[in-house]
């Protein structure tokens, strides 16, 4: 087993903080901004950070293994729980929309996010598809030409979403813009040991800089677009500005989660798990906000960000509760999968 690197564990447990209070309804809109002009892309970069190539039946199947099939597991399971609640709402007002819940079963295989053919978890099929697609740059391709490649797939990928916009299977568009940041953080593990730097004055002066310009880029795409940028959607604003402002916030929470790596053993807990908090945390999340939307209206900017804090934590903890539980079904299902793959080669 290899080991992990503590701080790209740590950057992931931000990371799905980060996700979550997204996802909340009532957290404040310029605090949504900053977060989401780069959380997204960190989780590309992240993934760049820890990439390996290989052969490419080897590489296909790993990803399959360990991306899809969870996948199909978390999307199943939030379809389960919608059925229940359309259950619900059939003994109270005797309305069942079973086409709601028959567009979400097509939309696990579809997924088309953004309609009512993608039930949630667009980035995981999107993270497969984009990693494949850096697969077949980085193998076919020398690393300045890949490079340029990467980036020629950034400037496509935005013009789609200005010109097109027409969302496609597993988020292949995002994609094009998503092979930019994994590329990134690919070059940036083959070139960090040039720049081996060891002094913690610079990671702070590093982090308190990239705080403020991802802030200065994040409300400024947000004047200039007039809405939250993001990824899911694929309203990106001013290009300039969500490159710079996506690039900042990444810089910001990697030096950040390197200072931080020898203390904080639940952030990098969470990161070693983030497949699974990204894929559960919509259940307990519609559960909690259920009540909570009755509860809090009108509050105002700090209590709005306290009990959005509170709510995180308390999902984070249900989560945590459940990790074994999710643990244990995993592995059950890998080692059908792998009985069934050793199948296959044996009759070939």
Sequence with gaps: MKQRIVWIDIAKGIGIIFVILGHISFFPISLKCFIGIFHMPLFFFLAGTVYHGGEIKTFVNN??????????????????FQLCIQIIKFHTNSNFNWKFILKQLLGIFIQLRGTEYGPGLWFIPCIFITLILYFLI?????????????????????????????????GCDAALVAVFFLA??????????????????FYISLCIITLILTIIFSQINLKYSGEIVGMYKG???NYIYFILGSISGIIFICTTSYLISSIY??????????????????????????FANKIIKNMNFNINILISLSITIIILIILRLLLPLYLYINNKIENYYGICIKNKIKEV
Excluded: A
């Design 235 to 237: 309203h990106y604003g």
């Design 184 to 201: 990134c953080g690919h070059f940036f593990v083959m070139e960090q040991k040039k720049y081996n730097i060891k002094y913690n004055s």
């Design 265 to 290: 053993e639940t952030l990098s807990s969470i990161g070693q798990f983030s497949l699974y908090y990204y894929g559960t945390h919509n259940i307990p999340l519609d559960i909690v906000l259920l």
């Design 63 to 80: 990803k399959f293994r360990n991306l899809i099939i969870p996948y199909f597991l978390f999307s199943f399971l939030r379809i389960l």
């Design 138 to 170: 980085e193998k076919y391709f020398k690393t300045k030409t890949s490079i340029f490649i990467c980036i020629i797939c950034l400037i496509l990928g935005l013009l789609y979403s200005s010109y097109i916009s027409v969302k496609l299977p597993w």
